[in-house]
């Protein structure tokens, strides 16, 4: 098997007490996605489906609620145990987006909420999906939307180049957060995969900050590689990072707090029967 750098990267992040920080902050908004999500992938009674990249267990949780024999994957073992203690109800077990661990046509639907911008071979990981899926059972996937319109995101990105930071040499060469934002290369993602009927869609909402000091601490608890990103710099460079990215936002400042835009990628295809 290659060498993986960055998914070595990301699952040694992913164990590093970033699940509770996770949980805590950027989770309310990732969650907004779920139920489009499941609505895009049909997710109903009785259905057999997996949830890939689990993390604390909020689409699992939530594709039970609508009544589906559910397992939530993740290779992180912190985000399981928070998975477990927040959703008895679904079945969890530790594994790898590259090589599930079921075999051909286990499940009617798989979907993965925010998986997208963490693997360093995506492609071969929608292939694993699609073969785990039944034939005519459908695949749903989710990531950020072009940093324009996901500021939350987007302004780390502005604000890192706006500081001068350097990229610390030990980062591993990642793909880009935002590489499957355009509709065209979502959709040749699916079909490249051998999915059919690909269908793109954006989500786009507001989330709604009472402190930026404890949002910008969820940021860097709650994320890998932005948090390296900006916790190798120098002291005085990370907080040139933090004052500009206050000002970036500073336009979406309301009374009571600030209201960020948010936009959310939304694919899905169907298994051809």
Same mark, same amino acid.
């Given at each position: 098997m290659m060498a993986d750098p960055f998914g070595e990267f990301e699952k040694d992040g992913w164990n590093a007490g970033r699940a509770e920080p996770y949980?805590?902050?950027?989770?309310?908004?990732?969650?907004?996605?779920?139920?489009?999500?499941?609505?895009?992938?049909?997710?109903?009674?009785?259905?057999?489906?997996?949830?890939?990249?689990?993390?604390?267990?909020?689409?699992?949780?939530r594709?039970?609620?609508?009544g589906a024999d559910t397992v939530g994957i993740d290779f992180s073992p912190e985000m399981l145990e928070l998975a477990g203690r927040l959703h008895p109800e679904p079945e969890f077990r530790e594994g790898d987006a590259n090589a599930?661990?079921?075999?051909?046509?286990?499940?009617?639907v798989v979907v993965a909420n925010f998986l997208m911008p963490h693997l360093s071979d995506?492609?071969?990981?929608?292939?694993?999906?699609? =073969?785990?899926?039944?034939?005519?059972?459908?695949?749903?996937?989710?990531?950020?939307?072009?940093?324009q319109r996901t500021r939350f995101v987007g302004a780390v990105i502005d604000a890192l180049a706006g500081a001068g930071a350097s990229m610390p040499d030990d980062l591993p060469a990642g793909p880009s957060i935002f590489q499957y934002s355009p509709d065209r290369e979502f959709m040749k993602l699916l079909l490249d995969a051998g999915l059919s009927e690909p269908i793109v869609e954006r989500i786009s909402f507001t989330h709604h900050i009472d402190d930026l000091d404890d949002f910008w601490a969820d940021v860097l608890g709650g994320t890998v590689r932005t948090t390296v990103m900006i916790?190798?710099?120098p002291p005085e460079t990370?907080?040139?990072?933090?004052? =500009?990215?206050?000002?970036?936002?500073?336009?979406?400042?309301?009374?009571?707090g600030w209201d960020i835009p948010c936009s959310v990628k939304l694919g899905s295809a169907q298994k051809p029967a």
């Open positions: 949980h805590h902050g950027i989770a309310a908004i990732t969650t907004r996605a779920i139920d489009p999500l499941l609505d895009a992938a049909g997710v109903a009674t009785g259905m057999r489906v997996l949830d890939i990249a689990t993390g604390p267990g909020y689409v699992a949780a594709a039970a609620e609508r599930l661990p079921f075999e051909d046509e286990s499940f009617d995506l492609p071969g990981a929608v292939r694993e999906a699609v =073969r785990v899926t039944r034939a005519g059972g459908r695949v749903g996937l989710t990531t950020w939307d072009a940093p916790t190798s710099q990370q907080a040139e990072i933090r004052r =500009r990215y206050g000002e970036l936002l500073e336009p979406y400042r309301t009374d009571d």
